[in-house]
Nanobody, 121 residues
Framework: QVQFVESGGGLVQPGQSLRLSCATS????????MGWFRQAPGKEREIVARITWSGGTTYLADSVKGRFTISRENAKNTVYLQMNNLKPEDTAVYYC??????????????WGQGTQVTVSS
């Protein structure tokens, strides 16, 4: 059974940092591209970062370039999202999922519970 368990969110002030983790199980992480998504209240879920199998190449949404970094540790079945210089517009629930190669489409229909990130002064 495929599972994603996101953690590391919280309430922070603008300019601060958070590191999110996504623990995966039920599939071989190293065989998949992975992505981090976020969904703000009243908005559709959007992708913010993607990473290739070994982590050699990453892609970031324009809104987070220069502030967020995606990485992975396949041996630990975990994907990370380092978020620096957080802004109020980053407030959302963050999720991870496996991606079809070269796309932002997810492979697995199941999602984790997500982790809430709130940026507010």
């Amino acid at each position: 059974q495929v599972q994603f368990v996101e953690s590391g969110g919280g309430l922070v002030q603008p300019g601060q940092s958070l590191r999110l983790s996504c623990a995966t199980s039920g599939f071989t992480l190293s065989n998949y591209f992975m992505g981090w998504f976020r969904q703000a209240p009243g908005k559709e879920r959007e992708i913010v970062a993607r990473i290739t199998w070994s982590g050699g190449t990453t892609y970031l949404a324009d809104s987070v370039k220069g502030r967020f970094t995606i990485s992975r540790e396949n041996a630990k079945n975990t994907v990370y999202l380092q978020m620096n210089n957080l802004k109020p517009e980053d407030t959302a629930v963050y999720y991870c999922n496996a991606l079809k190669i070269g796309t932002t489409a997810t492979i697995f229909p199941s999602w984790g519970q997500g982790t809430q990130v709130t940026v507010s002064s």
